[in-house]
């Protein structure tokens, strides 16, 4: 397959559907932390028949119609929703339901209504129309199209040109727009994202903040809807900034990660759209999902597989300080001579198959034990060491227990062989300070650290 | 002579045969019960034998485990080690013994149902799938409504009542259940003084019938006056006993006397060491 | 105007041997929705409906891929299969990653929509693409179906109604309070996948009327309306019911009758729009004009309160 060629036409496509794709993921991101994707979900629906008005009281278009209108409905979504809920005794998502399914149905119909008198395809209301960026356009610089066309083609135009698609203009200033709020409101919105309680006390109207975030994402979801259309304006507003909180714990990092996320599904979907000669924008809410995929699978802390990992990891680790546990208390209760276990009791003692045959072999490798599989198996000097740590915290843990909990004597043993490969040396060394660590309830020494 | 399934009169004076015949015996046996929640341990190995036939208080501060506690007798959370066993039976014997009182806050208070409805619910467990309630039952779930007071509100919707009405509510669809033990997650919590009257009545009838009841409490003044066995908690057993033997000051001191910070430290280090 | 209101009643009486299959098979579907639609907004599941739904469109679009022809039960098939894989999904991401299930809804319906539009977009260019209909899943268009496909839904319709006729208790008691359920030994974990599978079923049959986008409304709305005028559940789930099978029926009914939009091709009105207002239409006037729970009801109680001395 040949690379396809790249008009100018697509490269200002692709510039629209980036400062759209940052716009939505960068606000998107407080929805995400704030539990309120669904409420960016309902107002990309609900503002559809104030689109729908707007066009049909201007006959065409007219952006400022169209965001005053779908504004002023977006921004009531919340409270329509509210009103709803009271009103019918209806749980919160389903008051939502009621509201933007009724008022999409509503715009549905209306745009039906006036789509044939303007060419419009009802459909473009879910899907935008990304692909007709590029013939609407805009002079920003020089010779408008009138005094162009007294140049005769081929000849220099006496001053340079600038045409921008109008959506571009539209975009961008959404983008820049967003991009704004949230460095000017940043620490509000953090602490109104996390405690608004909190918020309020401190004098920073959580309410404000949350009207703010609202009328944003109202705009950004009627400026984006030509774009991308209200469906997929819903992909763009949650999946950025749910794969960045998959990436990170820090807020800037994550409204950071999500524009860029945002930018990188824009510009790949479109690619991936005009390979395949598919729709743009439905790519692009695709290649936005793949990234939340590939993140929830294989993000480093809190990807799927990353668990599976540490969990693995964490089990292998008990497996090695249990066998070490085991050999130390044949090797205490010998005398000089460095005691030893058949390997396949060490085996059977510590856990099912595969890890403790890893473990013992790990152990091996660390120069820990001594001793063949199939044979004897002993802790070397070096494993002595270790083994008298996980003895210790086993034996302060039994210690502390009995002390504090009135269980019985034969009951501290298994809560320490669980506990004792989590107590830090900070613990441990609390634990000593309170009951001191000499010996343990069964009268055992416990070592020193 | 235990009522049968089927009769349409709830006879509480009757006294409930035990297992094994004697008189009492130990109602929930607790053995090396550790609960964690999100990873981190909330309750730190359990000990404890609850006997039959008592009214026994589960008492404690805030976040101690209490409801947490019950929910692990019931099989409702998950027990990171150790086990239960209810009149010397796992829980899936022992659940047509048991009847819940949860706390008010896990129901959907808009739900369209009357207070009959609500009590109702007690018998399905009997009845088991598919059937439904007929008229012996709902002959039954009216006398329940009888013994909490409560026969004038059958038909109202359950989120017109007030608190304490409610909790009556609650009690009689877990009388209706004709347990043998009962487990109930703060009973007394935000109730009138009638609703408390009502409350400490069918709680003396049922241990005269010969019936357990565990419940988590939270007033202090009250624990000696309804309760004769207490088991104190704190995010780990503090005591257990007789409400005169055991609900001392220096008892309560470590109870209430704030938590263990090893206990917590060793907790956020396991909640952070595990994935 | 003439033309329309008598084509209106005729369709309504039923003479049309055609067309009442079909307003039968969108109506039986607008009961069984409107029943199951209370359950699952009683467990709060009413938008993981939305979710299925938006995910059954690139199941269908697979389906024609597959079979290469418009093939009712094969699309059934396709958005049944994708519907549940995206609700599987929601459950995966809720349980094991640290993100929130609304959240995961809000990217589901998103990119799996996307999806299908892609597809959608493809299957358009190829020779026979535009027969396939694909756009009347999206707004729905119940002219669409034939006998055979009404009868189908009517069935799944009637399956999902036998299922919560023998399970009403148990959904009673595990939607009121599920821990109590849980206490007498009922298999709540199972109880609600039987409920996400009839809430699937509901919505996947629905497609054809409503469509993709709105399909998600007849589950909601009728309840709604239904919870205005009683407090028994059973009350409830019958009007529920019965606002469901008024609202796809009168919905359908109005698609098939209204005069087109001025200057459009033969492209008419699409079904989806008009049940779902239907349905709104009957939810405002419960909300409104019910006795004690509506909206006038309970203002003349407020009144007679302070006018009482």
């Not at chain 1, 790249?6 to 510039?15: E, F, K, P, Q, R």
């Not at chain 1, 329509?80 to 549905?108: I, K, M, N, Q, W």
């Not at chain 3, 094969?74 to 994708?82: C, D, E, N, P, T």
């Amino acid at each position: 397959m040949t690379a396809p060629d790249l008009t100018s036409g697509d490269l200002w496509t692709i510039a629209v559907a980036v400062c759209c794709s940052v716009a939505c993921g960068t606000i998107g991101c407080f929805l995400v932390l704030r539990r309120l994707s669904l409420l960016g979900d309902a107002i990309s629906h609900a503002v559809l028949p104030g689109i729908a008005v707007a066009f049909m009281l201007t006959g065409s278009r007219e952006p400022w119609a169209m965001l005053g209108g779908a504004l002023a409905i977006g921004l009531l979504t919340a409270g329509l929703a509210t009103g709803v809920r009271r009103l019918g005794r209806l749980p919160e998502d389903a008051a939502l339901g009621v509201v933007f399914t009724s008022l999409f149905a509503l715009g549905v119909l209306l745009i039906t209504w006036v789509a044939p008198s303007i060419d419009l395809d009802p459909g473009c209301v879910l899907y935008g129309l990304l692909e007709f960026v590029p013939l609407d356009m805009v002079t920003l610089i020089g010779a408008d199209a009138a005094d162009s066309a007294r140049i005769a083609p081929g000849q220099f135009a006496a001053t340079p040109t600038l045409e921008v698609p109008r959506a571009l203009l539209w975009q961008a200033g959404l983008m820049l727009g967003n991009l704004t709020l949230i460095t000017v409101i940043f620490k509000e919105l953090r602490i109104a994202s996390f405690d608004a309680a909190l918020a309020t006390t401190m004098g920073l109207s959580a309410a404000v903040v949350h009207g703010l975030m609202l009328t944003s994402v109202a705009a950004t979801t009627v400026i984006s809807f030509e774009a991308v259309g209200s469906i997929l304006v819903v992909a763009m507003l949650v999946a950025p900034g749910a794969t960045a909180q998959l990436l990170t714990d820090r807020l800037g990092r994550m409204v950071m990660l999500s524009g860029v996320l945002g930018a990188s599904a824009a510009i790949i979907g479109y690619l991936l759209a005009v390979w395949l000669d598919a729709s743009a924008s439905g790519m692009i809410s695709v290649v936005a999902g793949s990234q939340f995929a590939v993140a929830a699978v294989a993000a480093p802390r809190y990807g799927v597989v990353g668990k599976l990992i540490r969990n693995a990891r964490l089990s292998q680790r008990i497996a090695r300080e249990d066998v070490l546990g085991l050999l130390y208390r044949v090797h205490e209760s010998g005398d000089s001579r460095p005691a030893s276990l058949p390997h396949a009791q060490v085996l059977r003692a510590v856990a099912p198959g595969f890890r403790s045959r890893l473990a013992c072999w790990q152990l091996r490798a660390a120069g820990l034990i001594q001793g063949m599989s199939g044979d004897e198996l002993s802790l070397t000097p070096k494993g002595v060491e270790q083994a008298a740590q996980v003895i210790r915290a086993h034996r302060l843990w039994e210690t502390f227990l009995s002390r504090n909990l009135p269980l019985p004597l034969d009951h501290l043993h298994e809560p320490s062989e669980r506990l004792e490969h989590f107590l830090t040396p900070e613990i441990q060394a609390k634990i000593a300070a309170e009951v001191g660590d000499r010996s343990d309830p069964h009268g055992k020494q416990i070592p020193s650290p | 002579m235990r009522p049968s399934a089927n009769s349409a009169t709830l006879d509480l004076r009757a006294p409930a045969a035990t297992a094994n015949g004697s008189a009492t015996g130990i109602a929930i046996e607790v053995h090396d019960v550790t609960v964690a929640y999100h990873r981190k341990p909330v309750l730190w190995d359990i000990d404890v034998s609850i006997p039959a036939e008592r009214l026994v208080a589960i008492v404690g501060p805030n976040g101690a485990g209490k409801s947490t506690l019950l929910k692990a007798i019931l099989g409702l959370v998950p027990m990171a080690s150790g086990s239960v066993a209810i009149f010397g039976r796992t829980l899936r014997e022992a659940r047509k013994f048991i009847g819940y009182v949860p706390q008010r806050e896990s129901v959907d208070w808009d739900f369209p149902i009357d207070a009959l409805g609500v009590v109702l619910m007690g018998a399905y467990g009997r009845l088991g799938w598919f059937r439904r309630p007929g008229r012996a039952e709902r002959a039954r779930a009216m006398e329940c409504l009888v013994r909490v007071g409560m026969t004038d509100f059958a038909s109202r919707q359950i989120g017109q009542l007030s608190g304490g009405q409610q909790q009556r509510i609650f009690l009689a669809r877990a009388l209706m259940q004709d347990a043998r033990l009962y487990l109930m997650d703060e009973p007394f919590a935000g109730v009138d003084a009638a609703t408390e009257h009502a409350i400490v009545g069918v709680l003396r009838e049922l241990r005269a019938a010969g019936r357990t009841v565990v419940a988590v409490h939270h007033d202090l003044q009250s624990v000696q006056d309804f309760f004769d066995h207490v088991v104190l908690l704190n995010t780990r057993l503090i005591a257990a006993g007789p409400t005169r033997e055991v609900f001392t000051t220096a008892n309560l001191q470590r109870t209430y006397g704030g938590r263990l910070t090893v206990l917590d430290e060793a907790a956020e280090a396991v909640k952070h060491a595990t994935p | 105007m003439d033309t329309f209101l008598t084509d209106l009643a005729r369709l309504l009486s039923l003479q049309d041997a055609n067309t009442r299959t079909v307003l039968l098979g969108t109506g039986t579907l607008g009961l069984a929705a409107g029943v199951v639609g209370c359950f699952a907004t009683l467990r709060r599941r009413a938008l993981l409906g939305d979710a299925i739904a938006h995910a059954a469109l690139p199941g269908i679009c697979l389906a024609f891929l597959v079979v290469g022809s418009r093939s009712f039960p094969a699309f059934m098939l396709g958005a049944l299969i994708l519907g549940a894989f995206s609700a599987g999904v929601i459950a995966m991401v809720r349980a094991y990653t640290r993100v929130k299930e609304d959240a995961a809804i809000g990217i589901v319906i998103g990119s799996f929509f996307g999806l299908g539009v892609v597809l959608s977009s493809m299957i358009q260019k190829r020779p026979g693409g535009a027969v396939a209909g694909l756009d009347g899943f999206i707004f729905g268009k119940a002219a669409s179906m034939t006998s055979a496909d009404a009868i189908a839904t009517s069935l799944v319709a009637g399956a999902c109604l036998l299922v919560v006729a023998a399970l009403y208790k148990e959904f009673k008691a595990l939607c009121f309070d599920r821990e109590f359920a849980a206490s007498q030994g009922w298999p709540a974990v199972a109880l609600d996948l039987i409920i996400m599978a009839l809430v699937c079923a509901c919505t996947v049959a629905g497609l054809p009327a409503v469509g993709v986008v709105m399909v998600v409304a007849l589950l909601i709305i009728p309840g709604a309306a239904a919870r205005c005028w009683t407090d028994r559940l059973g009350v409830m789930l019958l009007l529920a019911g019965l606002f469901g099978l008024g609202a796809a029926v009168i919905g359908a009914a109005l698609s098939a009758t209204l005069p087109a939009p001025p200057g459009s091709l033969s492209r008419g009105w699409p079904t989806g729009p008009l049940i779902v207002l239907s349905a709104a239409a009957a939810f405002l006037f419960s909300a409104v004009f019910a006795p004690r729970r509506g909206l006038i009801a309970r203002l003349l109680a407020h009144r007679t309160e302070i006018v009482a001395p």
